[in-house]
């Protein structure tokens, strides 16, 4: 086979070691290292000693990273799916699995997967985390929902959120000790004051001590966490400040907030360049069917396993913009549910979110809905002809004749 690169190097990387194979004109030479800062700045230093032009590692883990982290200024460093650089069956040691990596590598056979520069690493790690807050939070949201059931509390019955303005009142006040149905309801707000003779139905229970100091823990909990995602949503703003414009752009589009706009764009970034079409950035994310066909058959269309924090981001904005009234997403929702099931279609607004996130970034333009009506303009000819059998179906006959524009 074609020698791609003359001077590479295969990483088969651990939690505490990582053995390291050096292909070049004069042959092959193995080292193992550990994966202490010091030892790998010597493996760096060996392979700069080695001319290494390029260096391939698998995605291990979280272990490849701070390897990754050392070598990207100086070399040309590729993680690598693992799937896609299996081993042949009884060559499976440390030492035979690094060559095998560097074989693949020095004849060209390894896609390097997409890894993000070091500021965008960062900001995705930053809106991760917060994320898995806001999860946090809910967890904690349905366990003072469950100590209030307990209670023979029935807030929920009434109040939409339990743990809003109104809610953190009264929910404070019984950890306070305060049992008075009457006196916990007077401390609805807004439009939560119509329905005090509900709350004090509602909030009518057996409240003991137990549940007073597991509300008190919970809310003292649930404090925190609004404090910390309120600080990472500030630190995440200061971040994407560069990128405001890009943001404002894609909030445009029904179903998509804030923390999704800043979510989706943590993901993939704001260079296009790296996919050379929207085809490419959907099947990389893994919003569309996987290819699987042999001898004319199609087999599963199963997506695969992808990004599951950007998946789950755009699924989300597609279940805001499935709700929408009168816009293009909520049409083709509309159109696919009944035939596809709710969450295939759901799956599928999130594949053309995707795409249209695309484009806004790569043109740098706004976002311009298609209509209501798009899907019945493409196909008027189809749903007429399908109007007029239904009709004589019912032993009736049908004329056409196109409206008339009416002149004040």
């Known amino acids: 086979m074609q020698v791609v690169y003359e001077r590479c190097c295969g990483l088969d990387v651990h939690k505490e070691t990582v053995v390291a194979c050096v292909i070049t004109p004069r042959g092959k030479e193995i080292q193992t290292f550990s994966t202490m800062t010091n030892n790998l700045l010597e493996l760096a230093d060996w392979l700069s000693e080695l001319e290494v032009t390029h260096v391939a590692m698998e995605s291990t883990g979280v272990f490849w990273k701070p390897i990754y982290n050392l070598l990207e200024s100086d070399f040309e460093a590729m993680v690598v799916n693992a799937q896609h650089i299996k081993a042949v069956p009884g060559r499976k040691t440390d030492v ?5 990596i560097a074989e693949l590598l020095q004849h060209g056979l390894i896609r390097a997967s997409f890894i993000p520069d070091r500021p965008q690493r960062e900001l995705r790690e930053l809106v991760r985390y917060r994320r898995s807050l806001i ?22 019955s009434v109040a939409t959120d339990v743990v809003g303005a109104s809610g953190r009142a009264m929910l404070q006040a ?16 807004g439009r939560l004051k119509n329905k005090r003779p509900e709350l004090e139905e509602a909030l009518k229970g057996l409240v003991n001590d137990h549940q007073r100091m597991m509300l008190d823990s919970l809310l003292r909990h649930l404090t925190f966490l609004d404090e910390e995602i309120e600080r990472l949503d500030a630190e995440v703003a200061r971040r994407m400040l560069p990128f405001e414009e890009t943001i404002q752009h894609v909030m445009e589009m029904p179903g998509m ?18 996919f050379p079409s929207a085809n490419h950035l959907a099947s990389w994310a893994k919003m569309c069917p996987g290819n699987n066909e042999s001898a004319g058959k199609r087999k599963s269309g199963s997506t695969g396993h992808a990004d599951s924090w950007l998946r789950s981001a755009l699924v989300e904005a597609a279940w805001s913009a499935s709700r929408t009234k009168e816009t293009y997403f909520s049409a083709q929702y509309r159109r696919l549910a009944p035939r596809r099931g709710k969450k295939k279609a759901i799956f599928a607004l999130g594949h053309t979110i995707l795409v249209t996130i695309y484009h806004i970034i790569r043109d740098k333009t706004d976002y311009h809905d298609l209509g209501c009506d798009y899907f019945s303009k493409r196909s008027s000819s189809y749903i007429i002809q399908r109007a007029i059998r239904q009709i004589e179906k019912c032993g009736m006959t049908v004329t056409l004749k196109p409206l008339q524009p009416v002149f004040s």
Do not use: F
């Open 96 to 100: 035979k699995d690094a060559e095998w």
């Open 135 to 156: 999860h946090q939070r809910g967890q904690v949201v349905n366990r003072i929902q469950k100590v209030l059931e307990g209670a023979n509390i029935k807030l929920s």
């Open 257 to 274: 907030g804030r923390r999704n706009a800043e979510e989706v764009l943590a993901e993939i970034g704001t260079d296009m360049s790296r």
């Open 174 to 189: 019984m950890v306070n000790g305060t049992e008075d149905p009457k006196a916990l309801a007077e401390m609805a707000k």
